[in-house]
Nanobody, 121 residues
Framework: QVQLVESGGGLVQAGGSLRLSCVAS????????MGWFRQAPGKEREFVAT????????YYADSVKGRFTISRDNAKNTVYLQMNSLKPEDTAVYYC??????????????WGQGTQVTVSS
């Protein structure tokens, strides 16, 4: 079992930055692939970024590539999403997810509660 708690969301102007954090509790965090997903009002949940258990491989949605960076600190049981050059289109609830060893584009078996990111024009 993995419990995920997200934080760092908020209101920011277009072009600004936010750093999201997801703190995990449970066993063998370092063996979980992690990902960030988001869901805007009236839209389906979509993939944002994933990172493998070692942190050596990352994947990004085309819409965020070059602007967002996913990273992890296994010593702190934490995964981060650094979001730069934010756009109003990035407005969504952002969710952290975990998968045992690997994670799919649809996410893993464990999810955080979500944190709201709102980007104003």
């Amino acid at each position: 079992q993995v419990q995920l708690v997200e934080s760092g969301g908020g209101l920011v102007q277009a072009g600004g930055s936010l750093r999201l954090s997801c703190v995990a509790s449970g066993r063998s965090f370092s063996m979980y692939a992690m990902g960030w997903f988001r869901q805007a009002p009236g839209k389906e949940r979509e993939f944002v970024a994933t990172i493998n258990w070692s942190g050596g491989s990352t994947y990004y949605a085309d819409s965020v590539k070059g602007r967002f960076t996913i990273s992890r600190d296994n010593a702190k049981n934490t995964v981060y999403l650094q979001m730069n050059s934010l756009k109003p289109e990035d407005t969504a609830v952002y969710y952290c997810s975990a998968g045992r060893f690997t994670i799919a584009a649809t996410g893993g078996n464990y999810w955080g509660q979500g944190t709201q990111v709102t980007v104003s024009s």
